[in-house]
């Protein structure tokens, strides 16, 4: 090989379509459980979506209008606290970024394999999910949010 490693783990540009669909699904399902999704909501889902990949904050703020006028922090970060707490969108702490979900949303533990090399993740069902409840039983505590995070390397960069 020799070349340094820093392919970008994108298969090409997002299908526009394909993530109109998707907001369009998320919105129609939400509102059959009688929530909205505001216009910001939208926006900043259908934002995580495009990307493909963990969004920082300050990449969606910035991207946020169709004019390319910047957000008011405050309108993204509440949206992504609503997406979060939907189960549509998940924070990966270590790296500071948020992605869409790709589980299909309801609340569910979230466990992602992060790639230090490349930067891909990906979302997988966590295994340890069920130990984790139990062990919060015992202790008394309500899980709200689960989100495990694994760092190394994916097939391509190996
Ligand atoms: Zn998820
Ligand atoms: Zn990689
Ligand atoms: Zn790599």
Do not use: N, W
């Amino acid at each position: 090989m020799g070349d340094a490693c820093h392919h970008h783990p994108h298969d090409g540009p997002p299908d526009i379509d394909a993530v109109r669909r998707a907001v369009a699904d998320v919105d129609a399902r939400l509102a059959a459980d009688g929530e909205r999704m505001t216009p910001a909501r939208l926006r900043v889902l259908e934002l995580l979506l495009t990307a493909g990949e963990p969004v920082k904050a300050y990449d969606l703020i910035a991207r946020f209008g169709d004019d390319g006028q910047p957000a008011k922090p405050p309108t993204v970060y509440r949206a992504l606290e609503f997406l979060e707490r939907k189960g549509l969108a998940h924070r990966i702490a270590s790296i500071s970024a948020y992605v869409a979900c790709t589980s299909g949303g309801r609340d569910h533990a979230a466990a992602f394999l992060i790639c230090d090399c490349c930067g891909a993740t990906e979302e997988v069902s966590s295994p340890v999910a069920g130990d984790l409840g139990r062990a919060a039983e015992t202790a008394g505590y309500a899980i709200e949010r689960t989100t495990i995070e694994a760092h190394g390397r994916c097939p391509a960069c190996q």
